[in-house]
């Protein structure tokens, strides 16, 4: 469920002049939704940005999703890496 509150949180901060990307982790949720610019990333649940610990592997995301925010408009789903 969180992952569709989410998307559905992100278009109505983009209808409202926002630019957001999703950090999704189900690919099937971030296509039907058409959420504006999706990250999906191959966490387990509740560790979106990855292990606990590991900050290269975090920045990485983090980085994925500024340039994701930078060049793309939506509805995109890109996966990491």
């Known amino acids: 469920m ?9 278009a109505e901060a983009e209808r409202r002049g ?8 189900l ?3 971030a296509e039907s939704m058409g959420i504006p610019r999706a990250l999906l990333v191959p966490y387990p649940h509740g560790y979106a940005l990855g292990e606990p610990g590991n ?3 975090q920045h990485a995301v983090l980085a ?11 509805p995109v789903v890109r996966r990491l890496g």
């Open 18 to 25: 926002i630019a957001t990307v999703c950090l999704q982790l």
């Open 27 to 29: 690919e099937g949720i």
């Open 64 to 74: 994925a999703a500024l340039a994701l925010l930078t060049a793309a408009r939506g």
């Open 55 to 57: 900050p290269v592997a």
């Open 2 to 10: 969180c992952n569709q509150s989410v998307g559905l949180i992100a």
